[in-house]
């Protein structure tokens, strides 16, 4: 049971994680090469992509725990267990991949550039009070001077972000999907 728990936390995984990369990467696109109105497409686009990754969490979840028999059960420690479990394997696709789109594809000067072009447009399309103008002006002096972050800075930045979303919505999903073990069968006699 345990190599089937890690080949199906593994293939799941891979699946939600290729979906999140793929959110993410269009997400990064817009706002480096978007405009104000595209920007407010990114927020829909992240809640369809919100529900259809709880949506998959929970589906996943509920097909695992019928490998389990019914005298069995499925605890909800291991429903919460599986969910975590495919967060870290989503976390480490969807950190991998973001790193490479954003230091090889795109290229991380340009990709500091994109995001301070966009934190100009934005602070230059409101009216900012005289009093929030330095401070703004300050965190985009601060957003173009720090450093490169490591491959393993953006990695467990995405886990810590996965496991904290897939541990949230884990608890409700692990509350659904749970079964209580029926030692005595389907009949009573």
Do not use: C
Not at 22 to 33: D, R, V
Not at 40 to 48: H, N, Q, R
Not at 52 to 81: C, D, M, N, P, T
Request: proline share 2%; aromatic share 16%.
């Amino acid at each position: 049971m345990e190599r089937e728990f890690w080949n199906d936390v593994a293939s799941k995984g891979a699946i939600l994680g290729v979906l999140m990369l793929a959110s993410n990467i269009f997400e990064q696109a817009m706002f480096l090469n978007g405009t104000m109105g595209r920007l407010s497409f990114v927020g829909i686009e992240a809640i369809v992509v919100f529900v259809i990754y709880v949506f998959l969490l929970f589906y996943f979840a509920k097909r695992h725990s019928l490998q389990y028999s019914k005298e069995e059960g499925f605890s909800y420690g291991k429903a919460f267990g599986y969910v975590l479990t495919l967060s870290l394997f989503t976390s480490v696709i969807v950190g991998l991949g973001s790193y490479i789109f954003t230091h090889f594809i795109i290229g991380y000067k340009e990709y500091v550039d994109g995001v301070l072009n966009l934190y100009t447009n934005i602070f230059s399309t409101i009216e900012v009070p005289a009093q929030m103008a330095n401070t703004y002006e300050q965190l985009i002096d601060q957003i173009g001077s720090q450093p490169e972050p490591s491959l393993f800075a953006i990695i467990f930045a995405s886990i810590r972000n996965y496991l904290l979303l897939g541990g949230f919505v884990g608890l409700i999903i692990a509350a659904v999907v749970k079964r209580e073990p029926n030692i005595f069968g389907d009949e009573l006699e």
